[in-house]
């Protein structure tokens, strides 16, 4: 067993392949955070902290006269509130008698096999073989109020979940205006924070900043989990790099509102806690509620972060991804939104599918405008009955005759959403949120229909299933195209409207439950303009998320490099589109855009009709050489060689078996007289020589590693190779 009790010295040691997770039952029944780092076996290291006599540092109630064991210092596994602990609040709750706190103590504990899964909410899993689940109950000092603090362990991925389950035994009804699904304590608090920013069209920004006194934070307040800020954290020390270092990451399994915040205290200590953002947020827990808090998904290396990020890769690609595609290839789609957006018809179309298929495309996606009255972005979304008179036939002889040319079918809806100029919105117009007396906000002039109601997600349901039960289809783009605001449930009473963002999500993820469940061949790629949630809650739904709406391939490799440290490659989708690009206007060779979309999904989102002959042959060649790398592209594990800022933006994937390789390099800055560029490649058996494709020269891996790869330089701007190294 990974999870071990120590009787003796009233420690509970999780023990991973490299990490250690410790917690104790400290003084009085605290529990406290005692380790999280490199693997250390049997010690208790509750050593290293000193009880002392700390001025303004309340000591605990129960301590008597004592004035050495003060809440505000002691590392806890989960904070208390108003009982001397003045650092970031963890669980804030009001009880029935009005009064503000919470004391927690060890009650009992239990380790299973299996992992712990958390009723309609999306969560890691895993049978008895992979992973183990520790519970640990705790209960405030004076009242009946529990919170079940949930890890999941999977040993042999370095990875931990945490997740908890807050509950009031009661008879008065308790308010909580904040929660977080986990928090530690770290004894010293010398760190780097890493942030994930950004903006719609340039997602996942990288910024490393070295954490200060006071609380440092990123959330979002957009009910989603946002284009601006994903909720993805990594403490690093300040000498972390790629592959040298400490580090720990932290992923939210949530894509609503959300506040991850780290503090440095007075004594230099840090917390770190993530939960769902306390603003607009507030439960009441009538007795015997049990309210379940969103899991995180926690890694420690200790050797970069890059080991942390194939950490992540393997945990979400294997154990949070479901269905059918999480692990075989995707069809090469080609999606018609660049390529024609709101100006289609069916016959337009199938001539596209017609010359795709030519070109070994497997899939036509067709994006928005075919639904309703829908020939623009201010109308019609709600109606999601095909616009017959537009396509100029029916969306089952669309799809058939689409099949005919030996293309699959996919299809893009924005379910979500509601246009005022729309059938639905004149019938149910306080189906969208709204705040009593006031005009909604518009986000691209739509309003937003609100999830949490039953009534609206039968309504979503039974369409969406007329949809896909019209003929075969075998693929679904689910959008989401707008930040949310006025959030109000008229079904719930004044008290509970701080439940409203929350119910949102929760029935987000039941219609996704219930979609995916009854059709589970059918391949669903998130979106919301791109990656505006791009989270680990959607993935559990969607094995992949349209990354960003930038697809222009320069910007694509800054914000691919952001979204690698968490998510793997499978889930990205990425596409070759036209140049001059339409977001930028920038011009790239072709095989350039086809070695970015590479690094994802892949597939196409241009007019291929204005392609010419020698461009069409490219296609073709790009298709059998994605198809060549999927096993190790999706399978492999990744490497970042560069950063964005470098000449070259190179990447790597390496199979497990270190048999194959690939390096992706991309010149980013043209330049004349221009340096040699050495790339030093990772992952490779330095023992192993390696032969390089495209040259047929081979190479020491030991050699390619320590001494590095010269990489080509040629004239021209965005130049691109692929380097495919196979052990011989
Ligand atoms: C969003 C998506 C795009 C496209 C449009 C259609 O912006 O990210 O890919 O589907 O909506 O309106």
């Known amino acids: 067993m990974a999870i071990c009790y120590d009787e003796n010295a009233k420690t509970i040691s999780i023990d991973t392949e490299h990490t250690t997770y410790q917690m104790k039952i400290g003084p009085y029944g605290v529990l406290l955070h005692t380790y999280y780092g490199k693997r250390i076996s049997g010690e208790d290291m509750s050593y290293l902290f000193r009880y002392s006599d700390i001025g303004f540092s309340t000591a605990m109630g129960d301590a008597g006269m004592d004035r050495t064991v003060s809440l505000d210092t002691m590392p806890q596994e ?46 890691m899993y895993g049978g008895s073989e992979t992973a183990e689940t520790l519970k640990v109950v705790l209960k405030d000092r004076a009242k009946e109020f529990y919170v079940t603090l949930l890890y999941g362990v999977y040993e042999e991925l370095d990875i931990i979940t945490r997740a908890c389950l807050i509950e009031n035994r009661e008879e008065k009804t308790a308010v909580m205006d904040k929660a977080v699904s986990m928090s530690m304590d770290f004894l010293t608090g010398d760190m ?21 006194r006071g609380i440092t934070s990123v959330g979002s307040l957009r009910g989603t989990s946002s284009h601006q800020h994903n909720p993805f954290v990594i403490l690093c020390s300040s000498d972390t790099e790629e592959e040298y270092g400490e580090c720990y990451g932290f992923s939210y399994v949530y894509s609503g509102n959300f506040l991850a915040e780290a503090e440095i205290s007075q004594r230099d200590q840090l917390r770190f806690a ?25 890694s420690y290396s200790g050797s970069g972060l890059g080991r942390l990020s194939i950490q992540f890769h393997r945990a979400i690609r294997n154990y949070l991804c479901r269905g ?7 069809p090469v789609l080609i999606n018609n939104w660049e390529a024609t957006y709101f100006d289609f018809t069916g016959e337009k179309l199938i001539s596209i599918a017609e010359e795709a298929a030519k070109l070994g495309i497997e899939m036509l996606v067709m994006d928005d405008g075919w639904f309703g009255k829908r020939n623009l972005d201010e109308s019609g979304l709600g109606d999601w009955i095909p616009n017959e008179e537009k396509l100029g036939m029916s969306l089952k002889e669309l799809v058939e005759r689409v099949r005919e040319k030996g ?5 893009w809806i924005e379910p979500e959403m509601v246009s005022e100029d729309s059938l639905l919105y004149q019938e149910h117009p306080d189906w969208a949120f709204a705040l009593p007396g006031r005009t909604p906000g518009r986000g691209r002039c739509q309003l937003v229909l609100d999830l949490g109601r039953e009534c609206v997600r039968e309504y979503l349901y039974q369409a969406i299933c007329k949809i896909l039960d019209t003929g075969d289809i075998s693929y679904v783009k689910w959008d989401m195209n707008r930040s949310i605001c006025d959030v109000y449930n008229p079904e719930l009473p004044p008290e509970q409207q701080g439940e409203a963002g929350h119910k949102y999500i929760l029935g987000l993820y039941d219609l996704l439950e219930r ?81 970015v979309a590479m690094a994802g999904t892949f597939g196409y989102e241009l007019d291929i009709s204005k392609m010419s002959d020698q461009d069409k042959e490219e296609v073709k060649e790009q298709i059998e050489d994605y198809k060549k790398y999927f096993d190790l592209v999706q399978d492999g594990d990744y490497y970042r060689l560069t950063k964005p800022e470098e000449d070259f933006t190179v990447w790597q994937f390496v199979s497990r078996d270190r048999e194959k390789s690939l390096v992706n390099a991309v010149m980013t800055s043209a330049k004349a007289n221009a340096p040699d560029y050495i790339i030093r490649l990772k992952g490779l058996d330095p023992e192993s020589r390696y032969k390089e494709e495209g ?34």
């Open 78 to 123: 989960m904070p208390s509130f108003n009982v001397g602990d003045y650092r970031a609040e963890g669980i804030r709750v009001q009880h029935g008698d009005g009064s503000y706190a919470l004391d927690l103590r060890y009650v009992s504990h239990d380790i299973t096999r299996g992992k712990y899964s958390l009723k309609g909410l999306p969560a």
């Open 192 to 212: 780097d924070i890493y942030t994930f920013n950004g903006r719609h069209e340039m997602e996942r920004e990288v910024e490393r900043r070295k954490l200060g």
């Open 274 to 298: 993530m939960g769902i953002h306390p603003s607009r947020f507030r439960i009441l827990l009538e007795k015997g509620r049990v309210f379940a808090m969103p899991e995180v998904i926690m």
């Open 324 to 330: 059918k595609y999480k692990n075989s290839r995707r």
């Open 407 to 411: 293309l699959a079918f996919g299809i």
């Open 515 to 595: 979609i995916t469940a009854r059709y589970p061949d059918v391949l669903l790629e998130g979106c919301s303009g791109g990656g505006g949630r791009f989270d680990a809650g959607m993935l559990y739904y969607s094995p992949q998320i349209w990354c960003s709406d930038d697809t222009d391939a320069i910007e694509r490799l800054k914000i691919q490099y952001g979204t690698s440290f968490c998510y793997p490659v499978s889930t990205v989708g990425s596409h070759v589109s036209a140049c001059p690009n339409h977001q930028n206007g920038r011009i790239t060779p072709l095989h350039t855009r086809g070695v």
């Open 695 to 728: 040259s047929g020269k081979i190479y020491q891996g030991s050699a390619l590693m320590w001494g590095g790869y010269l990489l080509p330089r040629e004239i021209g701007e965005y130049q691109s190779y692929q380097l495919y190294f196979v052990r011989v």
